[in-house]
Nanobody, 125 residues
Framework: QLVESGGGVVPPGGSVILACRGF????????IGWFRQAPGNRRVGVGS?????????FYAEPVKDRFIVSRDSTKSTVYLEMNGLKPGESGTYSC???????????????????WGQGTLVTVSS
């Protein structure tokens, strides 16, 4: 089971940290990814962390200098820190766990096996 938390309303340019608690999944799976889905849009990969590859991280190009994915294995939790948020980045953010994820395909939603329900982030003044 994956449970996200930390969503809410954030002003443009603001920051927020989302958490994904995995109850053991974060250590058992190759990768934990974060995805965003806005109403009417497809789900897109935001960033991912590979616990078995020295916590290597991968990001979508538009966010790579503003977002940080990190992992606290002691708490079975993965975080997504988002800085400099833009209105177009509003949406439901979900985390997902994948057992056989290639780093080259980290952003493909079909690579992931388990999903959380998501947490809504609204970027608005």
């Amino acid at each position: 089971q994956l449970v996200e938390s930390g969503g809410g309303v954030v002003p443009p340019g603001g920051s927020v940290i989302l958490a994904c608690r995995g109850f053991g999944y974060t250590s058992d799976y190759d990768a934990i990814g974060w995805f965003r889905q806005a109403p009417g849009n497809r789900r897109v990969g935001v960033g991912s962390i590979f616990g078995k590859k020295n916590d290597s991280t991968f990001y979508a190009e538009p966010v790579k200098d503003r977002f940080i994915v990190s992992r606290d294995s002691t708490k079975s939790t993965v975080y997504l820190e988002m800085n400099g948020l833009k209105p177009g980045e509003s949406g439901t953010y979900s985390c997902a766990a994948g057992k056989d994820v290639w780093t080259s395909s980290w952003s493909w939603k079909y690579e992931y096996d388990y999903w959380g329900q998501g947490t809504l982030v609204t970027v608005s003044s």
